[in-house]
């Protein structure tokens, strides 16, 4: 289950920083307090300048990864013409990993969700991983009556307690040719598997993953579900589609990514020390030139409709991308080389780029705000011309491209009545900037903790209701 930490230790999280990282940090960190100190104010515009310029860039891939998304529309769609066309006796075995902890109250939601799979059961493995320590779970898949395509497989206790660990554990059993992750509240449409297959099939050697699309089933339970579903229709319709469709490298959903198994393998499964053990896979398959696709195929899942909830989830992931990139620019000319400049980039605006501007965004807005009330010069050191030009730019400019990207994101589901909650994005920004700060902190404090996200907390958990679609 640690295998890629022993195998190459310079691709897993498991140590935050390697030496070189550390003096480059620490480097900065003097830098600055010495130039605070006996050069504020060209330090303080350095600064600003540079916190400004990345937001730029941030902003402008968004916007092009976005466009370029909203072109992919049509292209490599799989038919439901080819799904039917395929024939049971030349389907390979397909597996299925489904780590649960915690879960009783939702476990038998999930079998009758895993029952809806169109697959041949001979030829389907479902893997329930438990943990050791999770008997009410455990007891709970046992009195739901899973069919006889389940096996439960229970997972040793040990360090650390997370899923990616929970799912190498899985993949030393699995015997499927492909093999697939979702999680407890999952409601994966049920062609899923078969398109991913005819994906496989259709697509180049290096090809080692395909992503369906997640978007939620309780959408409109909340203004939180609300603002989720607006962003995760953005991420997977738009910035996924955008991403292959440019051929830039591909992080990972945390769920209902299909691999080419003995792929997987190679690659040393998932790192059991990153959070985001999705987002870091996606991207070392890009580094091993491997490519990731997306199907046109989505599974609803269950969106936090508790604030408390949202933040302790997306904290997480902040972290892990925090992770991500320190994991995968230890090495980073031997990066360039193997994926190439624009890739390298691509990849630290996406995934880099996020925590930086969540983390500039309550400092850059309250600085805003003084100013607005009280109309000081005190920060006008800050912002010489060219400076203030750029931060006018991304607070007026940026921030109405991201809300119109949000606004976006209604349409290709034909969510029409989410469309104007997007113009509330500023205040769910807030949310992100906090949950950064608590991701920094925990990356310091406890780098591999796996915060716990509370499922089943929806009104909306009949799998016998179909997701809220057109007109939300």
Known sequence: ALGLYFRNPDESARRVLIGWQKVVLALLVIGVILGLLFAPRITAVVLSALINGVLFLFVAFHFVVAMAGARHEHEQAISEEEVKALRDDELPVYTVLVPVYREANVVQHLVENLRRLDYPPSKLEILLLIE??????????????????VTFIVVPNGMPKTKPKACNVGLLFARGEYLTIYDAEDRPEPDQLKKAVIAFRKGPPELVCVQAALNYYNATENLLTRMFTLEYSYWFDYVLTGLDRLGLPIPLGGTSNHFRVDRLRELGGWDPFNVTEDA???????AHGYRVGVINSTTWEEANNHVGNWIRQRSRWIKGYLQTVLVHTRHPVQLVKTVGLKNVLGFTLLIGGAPLAFLSLIP????TLIWLVTRTHLFDVLFPPAVLYISLFNLLIGNGVMIYLGMLAGFKRRRYLLIPFALLNPFYWVLHSLASYKAVWQLVTKPFYWEKTRHGLTRYLDPSAPPATAGD
Do not use: N
């Open 280 to 286: 870091d896979l996606g991207i070392r398959a890009a």
């Open 364 to 367: 850059l807005w309250s600085i």
């Open 132 to 149: 050791e320590d999770d008997e009410e779970t455990l007891a709970a898949a046992k009195a739901a009556r899973p069919p006889e395509t």
